[in-house]
């Protein structure tokens, strides 16, 4: 029996002789996969990949040394897309990838290559064009975020090796006026501790961790390693830092730099300065809480408390928190601000932003409102891992997040990428008869992104009133502001349309005190069973409302007031929306001031 699978063994091993391809990669049938061999002479190897199918361990070795593990859909039947891996440091040398469970007639095997470019449609149907956007592969949470000398840093949650959630790492791009992003790609990369989870960056001024080395003041960053051991997986926090401005990242020797044993959820480091106790502060989120520590150096850290057991939502995991200090709009008073993302447990079922209003002394948060109490950042289905930048200038508090959901997040139909950011979100603190909201409204740079625009003289929508081509370009990105004013009308609302018959409809109904998004015929949407939406926010009842709605071709963003409601809802309509068409049920209003602006960086 033994001498029968010998044999089959070595037939398979001569098969695995023809399969090698013209361009020198050699590959091997070995006990659990295949083993592909090359001597690298380009920039990439050129990975086909199956979007579907179940990733595959893979190591990948130089000079019989292991240099990464990856989890790749190396394609078995169709190519859906490539993704490169850059080989130009190996060159000359022996490079190696053992894959587990690819078979030997996979179709990836014959048309693996290497090559110095890589190609790619950037332009696909569903890219957005003032979104930010990863160049290919898939991305969720914004981290690291960082202002430093002129630059907007945002770092993210990056599989450069495939458009669904793998591999994680850290990209990178940065900016200067939050619109025009240059992408760096990874900056930090998974290591033998395991792959790069979600976290923040920090300019560590005065040194106090040492790491400083020369004139330029170091960044700090910090993230979670996430590291596969068996059937679970454990979770530590990592350091990594720059000493030139956060081109290049070095990992700290003594890795990691905070463990805890029994809890594997233990995740997502935020860092932030705290004046009046002159020490860095550190929130984590644990399982269903937030723990609390601090340090002088930002390398040995102390737990002063946690926050969080009885407080707010709690049907999923609590990830990536933020905190920092507010001033109360039109008043002298400040308060505190943590954000708490959580999944699933939604407002709308999956992952969506929640936050608490209090006071925190350097080393405990309180939170000043009913512990039961439940705030949402934002009211759409797409709005998760919110996360604000440390150290922007004038103390202004800008955050920006993921624009999807893990319910459908990883289904969604673009290719080469997935997920885009919302716009950057200027938080403000307003204080109500009873209590605070964090307002949520588009960064004043945002409205540097209009172009042309249109002015439509005042409507009275008696049941229906239609614009028609409301852009005359066809990117889909436009921005439609107006005020709703004389209302006697039991609901309003307006449906953007395509040529197509596909829409999304918006509309406002005072007795039930709701603004709904409804995107249920909005496009494709049978990709997914949770997609197919209808939410709602809350509405306070007024005599006239400001509308303010961002459209960027797969995104529409409603802002209501100052930002007092935000809903942010992905689509994926099979043509652009053009068509506006207002409407109004038991009664009338008066749209007035309706601006349309075409929107490009
Ligand atoms: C939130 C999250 C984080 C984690 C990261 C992994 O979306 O689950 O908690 O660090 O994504 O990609």
Same mark, same amino acid.
């Given at each position: 029996? +033994?001498?029968?699978?010998?044999?089959?063994?070595?037939?398979?091993?001569?098969?695995?002789?023809?399969?090698?391809?013209?361009?020198?990669?050699?590959?091997?049938?070995?006990?659990?996969?295949?083993?592909?061999?090359?001597?690298?002479?380009?920039?990439?190897?050129?990975?086909?990949?199956?979007?579907?199918?179940?990733?595959?361990?893979?190591?990948?070795?130089?000079?019989? +040394?292991?240099?990464?593990?990856?989890?790749?859909?190396?394609?078995?039947?169709?190519?859906?897309?490539?993704?490169?891996?850059?080989?130009?440091?190996? +060159?000359?040398?022996?490079?190696?990838?053992?894959?587990?469970?690819?078979?030997?007639?996979?179709?990836?095997?014959?048309?693996?290559?290497?090559?110095?470019?890589?190609?790619?449609?950037?332009?696909?149907?569903?890219?957005?064009?003032?979104?930010?956007?990863?160049?290919?592969?898939?991305?969720?949470?914004?981290?690291?975020?960082?202002?430093?000398?002129?630059?907007?840093?945002?770092?993210?949650?990056?599989?450069?090796?495939?458009?669904?959630?793998?591999?994680?790492?850290?990209?990178?791009?940065?900016?200067?006026?939050?619109?025009?992003?240059?992408?760096?790609?990874?900056?930090?990369?998974?290591?033998?501790?395991?792959?790069?989870?979600?976290?923040?960056?920090?300019?560590?001024?005065?040194?106090?961790?040492?790491?400083?080395?020369?004139?330029?003041?170091?960044?700090?960053?910090?993230?979670?390693?996430?590291?596969?051991?068996?059937?679970?997986?454990?979770?530590?926090?990592?350091?990594?830092?720059?000493?030139?401005?956060?081109?290049?990242?070095?990992?700290?020797?003594?890795?990691?730099?905070?463990? +805890?044993?029994?809890?594997?959820?233990?995740?997502?480091?935020?860092?932030?300065?705290?004046?009046?106790?002159?020490?860095?502060?550190?929130?984590?989120?644990?399982?269903?809480?937030?723990?609390?520590?601090?340090?002088?150096?930002?390398?040995?850290?102390?737990?002063?408390?946690?926050?969080?057991?009885?407080?707010?939502?709690?049907?999923?995991?609590?990830?990536?928190?933020?905190?920092?200090?507010?001033?109360?709009?039109?008043?002298?008073?400040?308060?505190?601000?943590?954000?708490?993302?959580?999944?699933?447990?939604?407002?709308?079922?999956?992952?969506?932003?929640?936050?608490?209003?209090?006071?925190?002394?350097?080393?405990?948060?309180?939170?000043?409102?009913?512990?039961?109490?439940?705030?949402?950042?934002?009211?759409?289905?797409?709005?998760?891992?919110?996360?604000?930048?440390?150290?922007?200038?004038?103390?202004?508090?800008?955050?920006?997040?993921?624009?999807?959901?893990?319910?459908?997040?990883?289904?969604?139909?673009?290719?080469?990428?997935?997920?885009?950011?919302?716009?950057?979100?200027?938080?403000?603190?307003?204080?109500?008869?009873?209590?605070?909201?964090?307002?949520?409204?588009?960064?004043?740079?945002?409205?540097?992104?209009?172009?042309?625009?249109?002015?439509?003289?005042?409507?009275?929508?008696?049941?229906?009133?239609?614009?028609?081509?409301?852009?005359?370009?066809?990117?889909?990105?436009?921005?439609?502001?107006?005020?709703?004013?004389?209302?006697?009308?039991?609901?309003?609302?307006?449906?953007?349309?395509?040529?197509?018959?596909?829409?999304?409809?918006?509309?406002?109904?005072?007795?039930?005190?709701?603004?709904?998004?409804?995107?249920?015929?909005?496009?494709?949407?049978?990709?997914?069973?949770?997609?197919?939406?209808?939410?709602?926010?809350?509405?306070?009842?007024?005599?006239?409302?400001?509308?303010?709605?961002?459209?960027?071709?797969?995104?529409?963003?409603?802002?209501?007031?100052?930002?007092?409601?935000?809903?942010?809802?992905?689509?994926?309509?099979?043509?652009?929306?053009?068509?506006?068409?207002?409407?109004?049920?038991?009664?009338?209003?008066?749209?007035?001031?309706?601006?349309?602006?075409?929107?490009?960086?």
């Amino acid at each position: 029996m +033994k001498a029968y699978f010998k044999i089959v063994f070595i037939l398979s091993m001569a098969f695995a002789l023809f399969a090698c391809k013209s361009n020198n990669i050699k590959v091997e049938t070995i006990e659990d996969g295949i083993k592909i061999s090359l001597v690298p002479q380009k920039k990439f190897l050129l990975l086909p990949i199956e979007d579907k199918i179940k990733e595959m361990a893979s190591v990948v070795t130089v000079d019989a +040394k292991v240099v990464a593990n990856y989890n790749l859909c190396l394609a078995q039947k169709q190519i859906d897309y490539y993704m490169p891996l850059d080989i130009s440091q190996w +060159k000359g040398k022996t490079l190696e990838i053992k894959v587990v469970g690819l078979s030997l007639d996979a179709l990836s095997l014959k048309e693996l290559k290497q090559s110095d470019d890589f190609e790619y449609d950037y332009a696909e149907t569903y890219r957005p064009s003032y979104h930010f956007t990863p160049p290919y592969g898939w991305m969720n949470d914004p981290n690291g975020m960082v202002y430093y000398k002129g630059q907007y840093h945002l770092f993210y949650q990056w599989n450069p090796f495939g458009s669904r959630w793998e591999n994680m790492t850290w990209g990178h791009a940065t900016s200067r006026d939050l619109l025009i992003w240059d992408n760096h790609n990874g900056a930090i990369l998974p290591d033998t501790l395991g792959t790069i989870f979600s976290g923040s960056a920090v300019a560590d001024i005065y040194n106090t961790s040492g790491l400083q080395k020369g004139e330029e003041k170091v960044l700090l960053a910090f993230y979670t390693y996430h590291k596969t051991v068996g059937d679970t997986y454990e979770q530590s926090q990592g350091l990594a830092y720059s000493n030139n401005a956060g081109k290049n990242w070095n990992k700290y020797a003594k890795n990691p730099i905070i463990t +805890k044993s029994g809890f594997k959820d233990f995740r997502d480091p935020k860092v932030v300065w705290h004046e009046d106790s002159q020490k860095w502060v550190m929130l984590l989120s644990v399982d269903h809480y937030i723990e609390i520590y601090s340090s002088s150096n930002a390398i040995d850290w102390t737990l002063e408390s946690d926050f969080g057991k009885n407080q707010g939502a709690h049907t999923g995991q609590w990830e990536c928190p933020d905190l920092f200090e507010l001033k109360v709009e039109n008043s002298n008073e400040s308060k505190w601000v943590l954000i708490c993302n959580i999944n699933p447990g939604g407002v709308h079922g999956g992952s969506a932003t929640q936050y608490f209003i209090g006071n925190f002394d350097g080393k405990t948060f309180t939170n000043q409102s009913t512990p039961s109490d439940v705030k949402w950042l934002d009211w759409g289905k797409d709005f998760y891992a919110a996360v604000t930048w440390g150290n922007a200038p004038q103390n202004r508090h800008i955050g920006i997040a993921w624009m999807s959901n893990w319910e459908y997040g990883k289904e969604v139909p673009s290719k080469y990428f997935r997920s885009a950011m919302t716009v950057p979100r200027q938080f403000t603190l307003v204080k109500t008869q009873s209590d605070y909201t964090l307002f949520n409204y588009p960064s004043s740079e945002v409205a540097d992104l209009r172009k042309r625009s249109k002015k439509i003289d005042n409507l009275i929508v008696d049941r229906e009133c239609n614009v028609d081509n409301i852009c005359q370009n066809t990117t889909g990105a436009f921005e439609i502001v107006f005020d709703v004013a004389n209302i006697s009308s039991e609901v309003f609302g307006f449906k953007l349309y395509n040529n197509k018959g596909q829409f999304s409809d918006i509309y406002f109904n005072i007795p039930e005190k709701k603004i709904w998004v409804d995107r249920r015929n909005s496009g494709k949407v049978d990709f997914s069973e949770n997609f197919s939406s209808l939410v709602y926010g809350p509405l306070e009842i007024k005599n006239n409302y400001q509308i303010r709605i961002l459209v960027d071709k797969a995104s529409i963003e409603l802002f209501e007031g100052n930002g007092q409601v935000s809903m942010t809802n992905i689509v994926f309509p099979d043509e652009a929306y053009n068509r506006l068409s207002f409407y109004s049920k038991g009664g009338t209003c008066e749209i007035k001031n309706l601006t349309i602006y075409e929107l490009a960086k």
